[in-house]
């Protein structure tokens, strides 16, 4: 036993390390899904709240509220239940969704890459300002960007997305007029271009549409900057520490006496500064997967948080396990993304 | 049901992640270095060339696409025919298109569009300009011609004959004998009107096919609704042609097809359904009063109403559904914009569990009627768009009669009541209402200062709709918000919902033997003259009984561009697009 274990780990030493990591993280995906499926079941069924008598209204006779329990299963034991809801995921069905009528999994793979597209660029934005506004505000401290990014940084930790949402609606679209109206993907009048990844913008130039790229775009632009505006005050400042930290250590002070070029030392003193800064933003990343919320519903962007708000207010269950499954599968993604750039950008560390 | 905000979740990065502590000293990657090509240490003039220029380049690629975009995506948006689309901003898209799902406000509208019935109300102008529903006066629609025997057990349809849905199939006794069935073996909407108002026992006697355009509906007792019924938008029929290509062994009515599609005689047919998004109505090119003026209607889910209010202003959408009184108040002021006002059949009010102590004593829940501000509300929740509810029939249908109401704002009434009734001190209770209802919030709020005048102290419970409907069907809430409206124009169907003691859905408990006896009457009776009599004396005992705190007739509000022309009600309060168009 002991010799083929021993084996198994020469085996497995010799694969290279980017690869061992990889695998490992992607093994442990199986059972972290499976417990939070059997979890958000438990705790769903648990929620006070009871979708056929919120349904039925003037129609709920003893007889109808019987039969839509029957349609939804919930006349079977909480055991049975589960067990059907396993197999059936396994199927790829999660269920029939109480409020939309449609397949569950026809409601995600919808509303997923809305969310998903806004977050993305939401993210890239963050990232763009917030280190940008970080790394000049180190390097030239003292300078205009560093009491602007101080302000703006106590700012953005204060005001809430809905709000910024909201008066960029007011100014943008209401009283300048230069923003399209603040409802929806793709304006009214422009058909989306056909899914291959979900992304409108990616989608249509694909399609070579670019009345519906330029359209998606512009739809974009409040709803990301209203998140990248609220989000990166708190990637500034957390990098601001680290590479302010870094940028007078010893090293680089070493390495400024060796002669080495300014942009050499900013480049470096970044890279030595990444591990947080990746943490940071896997964890934002996971974390505006729900909280965009607010502003998908001010934007009316039919995204995932807002059937999941809406499905917790009407008690519909499987579109509620549906989304925490997918959340929980987008979460565990990124975090597993991160800890594989965490362990490549800093080889010390075993996550 | 109020669709129109959402609670506030919690945002940003927790406080303590904000601080990650960082190495300070150096480390080198060998990992990095690796995927630079060969030739090129990390560091070296040229890899650092190569980075910064890619991230200047995206950058200022990204500030070029915002800047272009946020200008080029709004030319272009009108470039298809605006006279014949209309635009609509709903709080929520229907949950689904099947007219046998429970019935929503979303819903009702679809069902409206999509489905013709065999009866209808002919059409009245209003004095105001709004279309309604001639109550007095029913005609045909499907059906050309329909003869009630003398007994009123039986009505038989005369099928119109050459009527076609949008997909071209032809309307016969076959597809309304088709739609019966599935309806009956769906087990829910017509199975309910057909068992509880009809009571129906057995489908093979109660329906038959006379000849190839003559349906025949037998009754097993005399009913004064035989008529009126058929007029309900939950009872379309179908284009039984095209939905039997659907029927699978698991699903031999279709169920899931008809959740989203349609295929039916309406004026209009969806053409795309994305729930939370939007949907797409396209005109029946074969109805049979003619192809609608509107060949396209747009409805898109905006669920915030200060957005619809501002879509609404800056005339991107012609429509914008479900305002909140006061920004009705404002966008009513606004050049381009009209707001129409019909005082339909909702009632909103606060239900008391008359079952348990304290609301088991009638001079309590007078007490607590006599405690309201009615006028104080009507302006500042209300903006005035609204009227006292002084029954419990909508005052709208046949029957209705104010006279008996009583409540003026009297609170040293209401303390002499408190006190013959044993609570001179008054007493603790609880108030729920609906989380994200903005207006019951507010009328919360004014109600819980208004009663402890008389030293009623209420604890208010704001809860998820489906918590909320749990909890009271089950007794569990002393006093909770109610609103709703009863489609049919009847008296006494009306009150048979809410007010007799065997109605599964008389939540606040309220029994009168006096009542449920002439109501029981006045569903059997065929006697207009008595029946209305009848109803006129549950009104009277409702009244004094006070089984509810009366509050508000919210009434029904649409705000449509200027140009929008033709706005008609109808009791579901769906809008008809039908009877719209565009100047």
Same mark, same amino acid.
């Given at each position: 036993?002991?010799?083929?274990?021993?084996?198994?780990?020469?085996?497995?030493?010799?694969?290279?390390?980017?690869?061992?990591?990889?695998?490992?993280?992607?093994?442990?995906?199986?059972?972290?899904?499976?417990?939070?499926?059997?979890?958000?079941?438990?705790?769903?069924?648990?929620?006070?709240?009871?979708?056929?008598?919120?349904?039925?209204?003037?129609?709920?006779?003893?007889?109808?509220?019987?039969?839509?329990?029957?349609?939804?299963?919930?006349?079977?034991?909480?055991?049975?239940?589960?067990?059907?809801?396993?197999?059936?995921?396994?199927?790829?069905?999660?269920?029939?969704?109480?409020? $939309?009528?449609?397949?569950?999994?026809?409601?995600?793979?919808?509303?997923?890459?809305?969310?998903?597209?806004?977050?993305?660029?939401?993210?890239?934005?963050?990232?763009?300002?917030?280190?940008?506004?970080?790394?000049?505000?180190?390097?030239?401290?003292?300078?205009?960007?560093?009491?602007?990014?101080?302000?703006?940084?106590?700012?953005?930790?204060?005001?809430?997305?809905?709000?910024?949402?909201?008066?960029?609606?007011?100014?943008?679209?209401?009283?300048?007029?230069?923003?399209?109206?603040?409802?929806?993907?793709?304006?009214?009048?422009?058909?989306?271009?056909?899914?291959?990844?979900?992304?409108?913008?990616?989608?249509?130039?694909?399609?070579?549409?670019?009345?519906?790229?330029?359209?998606?775009?512009?739809?974009?632009?409040?709803?990301?900057?209203?998140?990248?505006?609220?989000?990166?005050?708190?990637?500034?400042?957390?990098?601001?520490?680290?590479?302010?930290?870094?940028?007078?250590?010893?090293?680089?002070?070493?390495?400024?006496?060796?002669?080495?070029?300014?942009?050499?030392?900013?480049?470096?003193?970044?890279?030595?500064?990444?591990?947080?800064?990746?943490?940071?933003?896997?964890?934002?990343?996971?974390?505006?997967?729900?909280?965009?919320?607010?502003?998908?519903?001010?934007?009316?962007?039919?995204?995932?948080?807002?059937?999941?708000?809406?499905?917790?207010?009407?008690?519909?269950?499987?579109?509620?396990?549906?989304?925490?499954?997918?959340?929980?599968?987008?979460?565990?993604?990124?975090?597993?993304?991160?800890?594989?750039?965490?362990?490549?950008?800093?080889?010390?560390?075993?996550? | 049901?109020?669709?129109?905000?959402?609670?506030?979740?919690?945002?940003?990065?927790?406080?303590?992640?904000?601080?990650?502590?960082?190495?300070?000293?150096?480390?080198?990657?060998?990992?990095?270095?690796?995927?630079?090509?060969?030739?090129?240490?990390?560091?070296?003039?040229?890899?650092?060339?190569?980075?910064?220029?890619?991230?200047?380049?995206?950058?200022?690629?990204?500030?070029?696409?915002?800047?272009?975009?946020?200008?080029?995506?709004?030319?272009?948006?009108?470039?298809?025919?605006?006279?014949?689309?209309?635009?609509?901003?709903?709080?929520?898209?229907?949950?689904?298109?099947?007219?046998?799902?429970?019935?929503?406000?979303?819903?009702?509208?679809?069902?409206?569009?999509?489905?013709?019935?065999?009866? $209808?109300?002919?059409?009245?102008?209003?004095?105001?300009?709004?279309?309604?529903?001639?109550?007095?006066?029913?005609?045909?629609?499907?059906?050309?011609?329909?003869?009630?025997?003398?007994?009123?057990?039986?009505?038989?349809?005369?099928?119109?004959?050459?009527?076609?849905?949008?997909?071209?199939?032809?309307?016969?006794?076959? $597809?309304?004998?088709?739609?019966?069935?599935?309806?009956?073996?769906?087990?829910?909407?017509?199975?309910?009107?057909?068992?509880?108002?009809?009571?129906?026992?057995?489908?093979?006697?109660?329906?038959?096919?006379?000849?190839?355009?003559?349906?025949?509906?037998?009754?097993?007792?005399?009913?004064?609704?035989?008529?009126?019924?058929?007029?309900?938008?939950?009872?379309?029929?179908?284009?039984?042609?095209?939905?039997?290509?659907?029927?699978?062994?698991?699903?031999?009515?279709?169920?899931?097809?008809?959740?989203?599609?349609?295929?039916?005689?309406?004026?209009?047919?969806?053409?795309?359904?994305?729930?939370?998004?939007?949907?797409?109505?396209?005109?029946?090119?074969?109805?049979?009063?003619?192809?609608?003026?509107?060949?396209?209607?747009?409805?898109?889910?905006?669920?915030?109403?200060?957005?619809?209010?501002?879509?609404?202003?800056?005339?991107?959408?012609?429509?914008?559904?479900?305002?909140?009184?006061?920004?009705?108040?404002?966008?009513?002021?606004?050049?381009?914009?009209?707001?129409?006002?019909?005082?339909?059949?909702?009632?909103?009010?606060?239900?008391?569990?008359?079952?348990?102590?304290?609301?088991?004593?009638?001079?309590?829940?007078?007490?607590?009627?006599?405690?309201?501000?009615?006028?104080?509300?009507?302006?500042?929740?209300?903006?005035?768009?609204?009227?006292?509810?002084?029954?419990?029939?909508?005052?709208?249908?046949?029957?209705?009669?104010?006279?008996?109401?009583?409540?003026?704002?009297?609170?040293?009434?209401?303390?002499?009541?408190?006190?013959?009734?044993?609570?001179?001190?008054?007493?603790?209770?609880?108030?729920?209402?609906?989380?994200?209802?903005?207006?019951?919030?507010?009328?919360?709020?004014?109600?819980?200062?208004?009663?402890?005048?008389?030293?009623?102290?209420?604890?208010?419970?704001?809860?998820?709709?489906?918590?909320?409907?749990?909890?009271?069907?089950?007794?569990?809430?002393?006093?909770?918000?109610?609103?709703?409206?009863?489609?049919?124009?009847?008296?006494?169907?009306?009150?048979?919902?809410?007010?007799?003691?065997?109605?599964?859905?008389?939540?606040?408990?309220?029994?009168?033997?006096?009542?449920?006896?002439?109501?029981?009457?006045?569903?059997?009776?065929?006697?207009?003259?008595?029946?209305?009599?009848?109803?006129?004396?549950?009104?009277?005992?409702?009244?004094?009984?006070?089984?509810?705190?009366?509050?508000?007739?919210?009434?029904?509000?649409?705000?449509?561009?200027?140009?929008?022309?033709?706005?008609?009600?109808?009791?579901?309060?769906?809008?008809?697009?039908?009877?719209?168009?565009?100047?």
């Amino acid at each position: 036993m002991t010799v083929a274990f021993a084996n198994l780990g020469v085996y497995w030493r010799a694969i290279p390390r980017p690869l061992r990591i990889i695998t490992s993280r992607l093994v442990m995906l199986v059972p972290q899904m499976f417990g939070v499926m059997m979890v958000t079941f438990l705790l769903v069924r648990m929620l006070p709240g009871d979708p056929a008598l919120l349904l039925l209204g003037n129609m709920a006779t003893p007889e109808t509220i019987a039969a839509f329990r029957e349609k939804l299963g919930l006349n079977l034991s909480l055991w049975e239940q589960f067990v059907h809801y396993v197999g059936n995921a396994l199927h790829g069905d999660l269920g029939v969704s109480i409020f $939309t009528s449609n397949p569950v999994v026809t409601d995600l793979l919808e509303r997923a890459p809305a969310t998903l597209e806004l977050i993305t660029y939401a993210m890239l934005l963050t990232i763009l300002i917030g280190v940008t506004l970080a790394i000049i505000s180190v390097v030239k401290a003292g300078g205009f960007v560093d009491i602007g990014s101080r302000v703006y940084g106590l700012a953005a930790g204060a005001i809430p997305d809905f709000w910024v949402g909201l008066l960029l609606i007011y100014f943008f679209f209401y009283i300048l007029g230069w923003a399209p109206a603040p409802f929806g993907r793709i304006d009214t009048f422009v058909s989306p271009p056909d899914t291959v990844t979900g992304f409108y913008t990616i989608d249509s130039l694909i399609a070579g549409d670019l009345n519906a790229f330029f359209s998606s775009v512009g739809r974009l632009t409040l709803p990301v900057l209203t998140l990248a505006i609220v989000n990166a005050g708190a990637l500034m400042k957390m990098t601001k520490t680290t590479f302010s930290d870094i940028y007078r250590s010893d090293f680089i002070r070493h390495a400024r006496a060796s002669g080495l070029s300014e942009g050499t030392i900013r480049r470096v003193a970044l890279r030595n500064s990444l591990p947080p800064i990746i943490t940071l933003v896997g964890f934002m990343f996971g974390f505006l997967l729900g909280a965009a919320v607010l502003v998908e519903t001010i934007f009316a962007w039919g995204g995932l948080g807002q059937y999941a708000v809406q499905s917790v207010v009407n008690s519909d269950y499987p579109a509620l396990q549906g989304f925490v499954l997918v959340a929980a599968a987008f979460i565990l993604i990124v975090y597993t993304v991160v800890d594989i750039l965490y362990e490549l950008a800093d080889p010390r560390i075993r996550v | 049901m109020s669709y129109t905000s959402i609670g506030q979740t919690g945002r940003a990065v927790p406080s303590h992640l904000k601080e990650i502590s960082v190495p300070t000293f150096p480390h080198t990657s060998n990992g990095m270095t690796r995927r630079l090509p060969r030739g090129i240490a990390a560091g070296s003039p040229r890899a650092n060339w190569r980075r910064t220029t890619t991230v200047k380049g995206l950058f200022a690629g990204l500030v070029a696409a915002f800047m272009a975009t946020t200008v080029l995506g709004t030319v272009g948006a009108f470039a298809q025919d605006a006279k014949t689309t209309l635009v609509v901003a709903a709080p929520r898209t229907p949950e689904s298109l099947d007219q046998e799902y429970p019935p929503t406000e979303a819903g009702h509208e679809v069902r409206r569009n999509v489905f013709e019935r065999l009866l $209808t109300y002919k059409q009245k102008k209003g004095d105001d300009g709004i279309f309604y529903e001639d109550f007095d006066t029913i005609d045909g629609a499907l059906a050309e011609k329909w003869e009630v025997s003398d007994d009123r057990k039986s009505i038989t349809f005369h099928l119109r004959k050459g009527v076609k849905s949008a997909l071209g199939n032809e309307l016969n006794a076959d $597809t309304v004998m088709w739609s019966f069935l599935r309806g009956w073996n769906m087990k829910s909407n017509f199975h309910w009107y057909m068992t509880q108002i009809f009571k129906i026992e057995d489908f093979d006697t109660a329906f038959q096919k006379v000849d190839d355009y003559t349906v025949k509906v037998t009754l097993p007792n005399a009913s004064p609704l035989i008529e009126r019924i058929w007029i309900n938008s939950d009872l379309g029929i179908l284009d039984s042609v095209e939905v039997k290509k659907h029927l699978t062994d698991a699903d031999p009515w279709a169920a899931s097809w008809l959740a989203t599609n349609t295929a039916a005689f309406g004026p209009y047919f969806i053409s795309r359904y994305k729930p939370g998004q939007e949907v797409v109505y396209d005109a029946n090119p074969n109805y049979f009063r003619g192809e609608p003026k509107l060949k396209r209607v747009i409805l898109r889910e905006m669920p915030t109403s200060a957005n619809r209010v501002a879509a609404v202003q800056a005339g991107s959408v012609d429509v914008a559904e479900y305002l909140l009184p006061r920004e009705l108040a404002l966008v009513e002021k606004a050049p381009g914009v009209e707001v129409h006002k019909v005082f339909g059949n909702f009632i909103h009010r606060v239900e008391m569990n008359n079952a348990k102590p304290p609301f088991d004593s009638v001079k309590v829940r007078q007490a607590l009627n006599y405690l309201v501000p009615r006028d104080e509300m009507l302006k500042s929740v209300y903006f005035d768009t609204a009227r006292f509810t002084k029954s419990p029939i909508s005052e709208i249908y046949p029957g209705f009669t104010d006279g008996f109401f009583a409540y003026s704002n009297d609170p040293a009434k209401a303390k002499a009541l408190l006190a013959e009734a044993g609570f001179p001190e008054g007493f603790k209770t609880q108030l729920a209402y609906r989380t994200g209802d903005q207006l019951e919030e507010e009328m919360a709020v004014i109600l819980k200062s208004a009663f402890a005048k008389a030293g009623v102290d209420v604890e208010l419970l704001k809860l998820p709709a489906s918590t909320l409907v749990e909890r009271y069907t089950k007794g569990e809430v002393p006093m909770y918000f109610f609103r709703d409206m009863a489609i049919v124009p009847d008296a006494a169907y009306v009150a048979n919902l809410w007010l007799n003691s065997a109605s599964a859905i008389n939540y606040s408990k309220f029994k009168s033997d006096e009542v449920d006896q002439l109501i029981d009457s006045a569903l059997k009776s065929t006697d207009e003259p008595k029946r209305l009599a009848d109803m006129k004396r549950v009104q009277q005992i409702t009244m004094e009984q006070a089984p509810w705190v009366f509050l508000m007739n919210p009434g029904y509000q649409l705000a449509t561009r200027s140009n929008v022309k033709g706005y008609s009600w109808y009791t579901p309060n769906g809008n008809a697009f039908f009877d719209l168009s565009k100047e």
